[in-house]
Every structure is written in structure tokens, then in C-alpha cells.
């Protein structure tokens, strides 16, 4: 004799997939908000890399070649050159563009406070030395402040 009856099927009811949509949903707009702050973070540590990248590269040319290297601070970016004395213009050998809506001022010993500075040079000489500056980079409202070590072109004071 055959049991007939109703069937049930594998399945989830209407109310189970609304619960379940909507634990998703809560949980995308909590982690949208961080992840979108770590993508603009982001977006202001590159050319802090950067510029710390000219830099170990600006010295270490500087000692290898036994020639002064600079690193042009524009508004627009950084440009890695060697310093050619008499010459008003080098040329380039490696140049970094700012990320839009990125700005930067620096502050060099003497100074009492920061500068935005359209054409600053940082000079590396022979000897490895360069000149101890502090830069601040700024997006918005959000800012990272550091130091490049004259030594040994690490960042420090971040």
C-alpha cells in the first residue's frame, strides 16, 4: 500500500533568503566604510614609497657614481636627476606624478613650520649625505608626517 501524502522538497522558504540577504547586506556596508578609508590611506602612502625610493636611489648613485644627485620636489610630483653644476636644466633619469586630490609641504631644519614649495631640491652629495627634511602629505582631511633619515634614506618619525 502506497503512502500518498505531500512530498517536501529540499528548499529554503522566502523568509529564509530575506534573513539571509539581509545579514549580507549589513555586513557589506560595515566593511565598505574601512575598506574604502584603506583605499585612500593607500592612495597617500604610494608616493610617500616613492619619494623614500628616489631617495635610497638618489644615495646610492650618489656614492657609486661619486656625483651629486638631487631630487626635485614639485608640486606636481618628484623628478630624480643628477645635479650638473652650470646647468640649469639635468636631465631626467626617473619622474613620479602626485595622485590627484595629494599635496605635500616640507619642512627643513632651519624652518619653524611647513612649506609648500612650487621647485625645492634636495640634494644627495658623493658622500651619502643628503639634507635632513620633514614632509607632510595631505588628502583631504586625512595626513601622514615623516622624516627621511640623512644616513640612511629609511623613513623615520612616522
Not at 609648500?116 to 651619502?128: E, I
Amino acid at each position: 500500500m502506497a503512502i500518498r501524502g505531500r512530498r517536501r522538497t529540499a528548499g529554503f522558504t522566502m523568509v529564509e533568503v530575506c534573513v539571509v540577504l539581509f545579514i549580507m547586506a549589513v555586513i557589506f556596508i560595515v566593511a565598505a566604510v574601512p575598506a574604502s578609508h584603506m583605499m585612500e590611506e593607500e592612495k597617500l602612502r604610494r608616493p610617500i614609497r616613492e619619494l623614500q625610493s628616489f631617495a635610497k636611489t638618489a644615495r646610492r648613485d650618489a656614492m657609486l657614481q661619486d656625483k651629486t644627485y638631487e631630487v626635485l620636489l614639485l608640486n606636481t610630483g618628484f623628478v630624480l636627476r643628477t645635479a650638473t653644476p652650470g646647468k640649469i636644466q639635468a636631465a631626467k633619469s626617473a619622474s613620479y606624478d602626485l595622485p590627484a586630490g595629494v599635496t605635500y609641504a616640507i619642512k627643513r631644519v632651519g624652518d619653524k613650520d611647513f612649506k609648500k614649495q612650487t621647485d625645492a631640491r634636495w640634494v644627495f652629495s658623493p658622500n651619502g649625505l643628503c639634507e635632513p627634511v620633514t614632509f607632510i602629505f595631505h588628502q583631504k582631511k586625512d595626513w601622514i608626517r615623516f622624516g627621511i633619515d640623512p644616513l640612511t634614506a629609511a623613513i623615520r618619525n612616522q
